[in-house]
């Protein structure tokens, strides 16, 4: 049992890992677009802010420029929230993993980790940065790719599935928080086409522009948006879908393979779905979306904290901490 927890636990945080970094690619990407107005160049501090690393950063940059802060978030090794941070952690545990996952996912995350150790600030700078972010979540996209067709389906795989959703769901509303919060336009910009351009960068950001037009085809508003990203039940990355999906794995990791545990982690994710389903878009922004985001982040911590009680015999590291497993 100790050695299957073990095991659990690395794959967990390594699903984890990979995502999270790939929505950190995302959330670079959309504020290398959102600088390009005439207010971007005050904006890069709300990445830092999103991400609740404000001391952290200062310790080591005066100012939030595009150029530190990038910089922080891509290539900085002492920056356990960097993205080199991230497929470095994601490697170990995998290292770790060698007689469970294929070959292919072992061979694919050390040509990725290398990619990332030979980019330069020079690589990384305003003009291709855009380029870069692509190469780290198509990486991404190709682990979880080769994921999906070599992984031996026991309870690995659901450990697997279960750190990707938690993340996916936490990282979502990260995406859609510094649209909604931090690039929050003036009352005379609401509605502008520059902010109906920033809500459509959101959804290309998220893979979601059109899955949205198939449900939305003539038109877009921020509560159109913001409740597709949330609610829908169809978008694979909508807050919603990922919910669905920690339950449904939590319930068959319990039924199929008779785990005594977990129960109170279940009980927290009925009670954030429940949550989810109860209230319209339209209330959630009369309240403040903000503070709905950042109640949804906490409840996820806390199903994360379940989790790790339940099957992994400790608590799991905070999320704002990258702890190699």
Known sequence: MNLLARYAENIFWMARYMERAENLARVLDVQETFVRDERGGTNWLSVVQLYADEEAFLKRHATASAETVVAFYLLDATNPNSIVSMIRAARENARTLRPWISTEMWSQINVFYNQLLVLTPRDVAMPHLS?????????????????EGTFYRDQGWYFYQLGKAIERADQTTRLLDIKYHTLLPSPDDLGSSLDMQ???TVLRSAAGYHAFRRVYPRGMTPTTVAGFILFNEGFPRSVVMCVRQIDGLLTRLKSRYTLRRGSEAMEKVDELLAALLSRPIEAVIADGLHEYLDWVQRQLIEITAEIGHAFFGQEPAPLAQVEVQ
């Open 198 to 200: 920033q809500w459509c």
């Open 131 to 147: 380029r870069v972010c692509r190469m780290v979540k198509e990486a991404c996209q190709t682990h979880t790719g080769i994921t």
